[in-house]
């Protein structure tokens, strides 16, 4: 068996990890800014923004399963995910400027079309990227800890950007406009620095898999016809039906994703009320409220991954599970307290945060790799197109519930440089949406990963019966 080392090298950690620079930033810049941009400068009403929020995501819902059959397809005739990944990456920075390049003057309705159309576009080129990028680690990674390594790894790299793209894209909105220019274009300032990095930052995560595959033996091997052929083509239809297959079929994986989903959902509610919170209770700018929620991951990402070695990886998540649905519940008190002391509580759901981003990670190529050897290999793609489908429709409809609760409670939209003092119910309703509901899904969350059968020594073991069965079957030595 090959040492954990020579598993997984500094070089295949590093070009995996700035994958996360992209997809941190975008993963975040819809969420904090998206919303806020269509009821704040475009003067679209709450309930018109959400369902163009809602629409483009439901869309990546039904697309993601589809690339991620189709980059299992190309991995069987082609070896090679990576086509997929370059073709997210040249795509995403065109349409990302495009969805923040609405003309002033557009009326209400066409300025949330405009939004919907060129989001819905950059939607579906970062699926591209990310449904692939999802499955790369249970290809390169087969150790139990090594996988919690890669992700840990990522996750550091993640928090940075979300650090970086959180607080920086507020800033040059704030420079261009406190330059002379208006929000209209600073809004298209920040979205053409933001494609910058993610074309950078995914062409360069894109070499990976190629620099990797040549020097360890992925844990899931690739499934090739005998006879050398090419797979044969299936519809569209049969792409879903695999996808549906994967959930049924995979008791680990359904219970991990159904965790995940719940828990994206609270995330995706909570970050997408971060502007609100900061604007509209505390009446200051945004950044020092995301540094304090995700400032702490940097610090204590290498600490879940300690935890997780030395109690498991599912124990270690329902820890961070019960500290980020505790912190969120506590913020409840804004209601009657407002102050600068829930920074506090902010920290530590951060802190939290950075369990619930590495652990899932880290655990999804465990559910991939049981799978194969229960079921055959080659499902890698189909799995992480389902699980991105779900985190997307989870922090989507984070955003949706804040939208529809906005509409509900009276708020005010205004557009570009106008102000408006909001209702007290609308003040609630943005309280009881950072905190109470993404407390409840937390603690709600705790069902579904109480069913999570997996183990380390599950793991191992199937580790041990990949390795040999090469040498059963060729009389090769093991790696």
């Known amino acids: 068996m090959a040492s954990p080392s020579r598993a997984l090298g500094r070089g295949t950690v590093v070009r995996y990890a700035i994958g996360s620079v992209g997809t941190g930033g975008f993963g975040t810049l819809p969420g904090l800014v998206l919303l806020i941009y269509m009821t704040n400068t475009l003067g679209v009403n709450p309930a018109f923004a959400g369902a163009a929020f809602t629409v483009s995501k439901i869309w990546d819902v039904i697309i993601d399963p589809w690339i991620g059959a189709r980059s299992d397809r190309s991995l069987a005739r082609t070896g090679a995910r990576r086509s997929f990944m370059v073709l997210g990456a040249i795509g995403l920075p065109v349409f990302f400027v495009l969805t923040f390049a609405v003309p002033p003057g557009l009326s209400e309705l066409a300025s949330a079309a405009w939004v919907l159309i060129g989001f ?40 940075l950007a979300i650090l ?52 360890s033996k992925p844990m899931v091997p690739v499934p090739a016809p005998e006879d050398g052929t090419a797979a044969p083509k299936v519809g569209l239809g049969m792409h879903y039906r695999r996808g549906w297959s994967a959930v049924r079929s995979s008791q680990p994986y359904r ?66 599970t019960v500290m980020f649905a505790v912190a969120a519940l506590s913020l409840v008190l804004l209601i009657w307290f407002p102050g600068p002391w829930l920074y506090a509580p902010v920290a530590l759901a951060g802190a939290a945060y950075a369990g619930l981003q590495s652990l899932p990670l880290a655990m999804l190529p465990d559910t991939v790799a049981h799978d194969a050897v229960r079921n055959g290999p080659g499902r890698a793609g189909t799995f992480s197109g389902v699980w991105t489908a779900g985190e997307t429709a989870g922090l989507a409809f984070g955003g949706t519930i804040l939208s529809i609760v906005l509409a509900v409670t009276g708020f005010i939209p205004t557009v570009a440089e106008q102000t408006a003092t909001q209702p007290e119910s609308a003040i609630v309703g943005i309280i009881v949406s950072f905190s109470a509901i993404p407390a409840a899904l937390m603690f709600g969350s705790l069902l579904s990963l109480a069913r999570y059968p997996l183990r380390r020594s599950d793991i191992d073991r199937n580790t041990r019966r990949v390795d040999a069965e090469p040498a059963a079957g060729n009389g090769a030595p093991t790696a």
Request: a neutral charge.
């Open 120 to 159: 819905l576009l950059a939607a579906t080129a970062f699926s591209f990227f990310q449904v692939p990028y999802i499955a790369l680690p249970a290809e390169l990674v087969d150790g139990y800890d090594d996988r919690t390594r890669l992700i840990s790894a990522r996750v550091i790299v993640l928090a």
């Open 164 to 215: 970086a793209f959180g607080g920086g894209a507020t800033e040059i909105v704030a420079l261009v406009t406190a330059g002379g220019g208006t929000e209209y274009l600073g809004y298209l300032v920040m979205a053409g620095v933001a494609g910058l990095i993610f074309l950078i930052a995914f062409l360069i995560a894109s070499t990976v898999e190629r620099s990797a595959r040549g020097t």
């Open 255 to 320: 219970a991990l994703l159904v965790t995940f989903v719940v828990q994206a959902l609270a995330i995706g509610l909570m970050l997408a009320g971060v502007a609100y919170v900061a604007a509209e209770i505390l009446g200051t700018g945004v950044l020092l409220l995301f540094l304090s929620l995700i400032a702490p991951a940097l610090l204590v990402t290498p600490v879940w991954s300690a935890l997780s070695r030395r109690i498991g990886k599912e124990r270690a998540l329902r820890i961070a």
